[in-house]
């Protein structure tokens, strides 16, 4: 799994039962391994590349993904079924019928040496779905017994039960904001938010922030890296504020907005998972607002939970069974997704 933010490739070797009509999971081995500089460089600005580049870059990354799986799997003396690969996406248009995510499966397949399923969001978007969020169906079928799903990465998407069907949508962009001006600063990130904990909070900004179009679409929908270039970065930009007063700014964006979706009810418990999940200063600001139980569940689920679900999305898809709802994304129909490359 490789998010939005580029904090690097998360590995995870998990196994999978399914007993009484239930499915159960463990994770036995995790690993993140962090981008080197080059290949930083390459994903952050591919989408500005010519085809030439794009292509190579799609080869280069499978061969990359191929061998970090194999160099992981020989370390831990580990033998598994398949591989589920995420990619990294660099194109996520759905209105145009366009997602992308490089590193192709057959580079994947042919460097580690075991079957790959890949490429899990194409058919959605072909059905005319959204192609995201994908991690829904795990979310009830693994998470089931909590009333609501947020994963805090690049972006914040939230997902839960509503007269038995499951809604789940991107609701703002998180780390993908927080990061970009972190790194203006000259970090990495926000340490638990510490520098927003510093700042001043501004009300022209928020509210420009909250009145942008997205928000008052009905789900299905979902945002990409295209949506924060063109339409939320200007708008900070436009203000000229120092990076604290953006950074706490942008954290009581992202906390109203998650409010906003969700009824408050004291008896709700939410599970909160993702990077944005050790910012602690935006934790407080979202459980200050939402009107739920925020549970913050160990740190191998906060940080593996979409590993996880992506090698669980592989089991359907490896079984033939729909791993994509046409709830979440708008697709036509239920569908399963997955290119699988035998090695």
């Not at 994963?151 to 904001?177: K, M, Q």
Request: charged share 20%.
């Amino acid at each position: 799994m490789s998010g939005t933010s580029l904090d690097g490739v998360d590995l995870a070797f998990c196994s999978f039962d399914r007993k009484n009509d239930q499915w159960c999971y463990k994770i036995t081995e995790t690993e993140t391994v962090q981008y080197p500089k080059e290949w930083k460089n390459r994903l952050s600005d591919l989408e500005n590349g010519n085809a030439l580049t794009f292509a190579q870059t799609d080869i280069d990354y499978g061969h990359y993904l191929g061998m970090i799986c194999q160099a992981f799997l020989l370390r831990h003396d580990l033998h598994p079924d398949f591989i589920a690969s995420h990619g990294h996406t660099i194109f996520h248009v759905p209105a145009n019928r366009m997602t992308y995510q490089i590193g192709k499966g057959a580079l994947i397949a042919a460097g580690a040496g075991y079957p790959v399923i890949s490429d899990f969001r194409s058919l959605d978007v072909a059905l005319g779905g959204q192609g995201a969020p994908l991690v829904p169906i795990g979310d009830r079928l693994l998470f089931g017994n909590f009333d609501y799903c947020l994963n805090l990465g690049g972006f914040g998407n939230i997902s839960y039960e509503f007269e038995n069907r499951r809604i789940a949508f991107d609701v703002c962009p998180v780390n993908i904001a927080l990061n970009h001006y972190a790194k203006l600063a000259g970090y990495e990130y926000d340490n638990d938010g510490e520098m927003a904990g510093t700042g001043n909070l501004h009300s022209g900004l928020l509210n420009s922030l909250n009145q942008l179009s997205y928000y008052h679409k009905s789900p299905p929908k979902s945002l990409g890296k295209e949506w924060v270039l063109a339409e939320f970065l200007p708008v900070l930009e436009n203000f000229n504020l120092p990076v604290p007063d953006i950074l706490k700014t942008v954290c009581e964006h992202i906390s109203t907005q998650i409010a906003k979706v969700i009824p408050h009810d004291s008896k709700k418990k939410m599970l909160v998972t993702g990077g944005g999940a050790f910012n602690g200063y935006l934790i407080d600001n979202i459980r200050e607002k939402a009107g739920v139980q925020v549970i913050l569940p160990d740190p191998l689920t906060i940080n593996y939970k979409e590993a996880l679900i992506f090698a669980f999305l592989g089991v359907l898809r490896w079984r033939n069974e729909p791993n994509c709802l046409k709830t979440v994304t708008g697709a036509s129909k239920d569908n399963i997704g997955g290119s699988i490359f035998s090695s």
